[in-house]
């Protein structure tokens, strides 16, 4: 009778180690996925960052065109819109 319940306490711990293996196994999954989007997350950062200046240097083109046109004042205040254009 006393094998009996240590053979019990056995197949639990047993079973126990299973389900803990299986837990690590997800969890350095995870772990692998968090690192993937963590890379990922940079890159789109850093590509949004050039979208921004790519961005901010057609805006400097554009105000020099306007002025080129005299679609805006010298001073840039005020613009006439496509109805001051003759």
Not at 28 to 41: P, Q
Not at 47 to 75: C, M, S, T, W, Y
């Amino acid at each position: 009778m006393a094998e009996e319940p240590v053979n019990l306490v056995l197949a639990i711990v047993r079973r126990t180690e299973e389900r803990l293996t299986r837990v690590e196994e997800k969890v350095d999954r995870l772990n692998e996925n968090v690192k993937d989007m963590s890379i990922r997350l940079a890159h789109v950062e850093e590509n949004l960052a050039g979208v921004h200046r790519r961005q901010d240097r057609f805006d400097l083109r554009l105000d020099r065109i306007e002025k080129r046109l005299e679609l805006i004042d010298p001073a840039g205040m005020h613009e006439t819109g496509p109805e001051g254009l003759s």
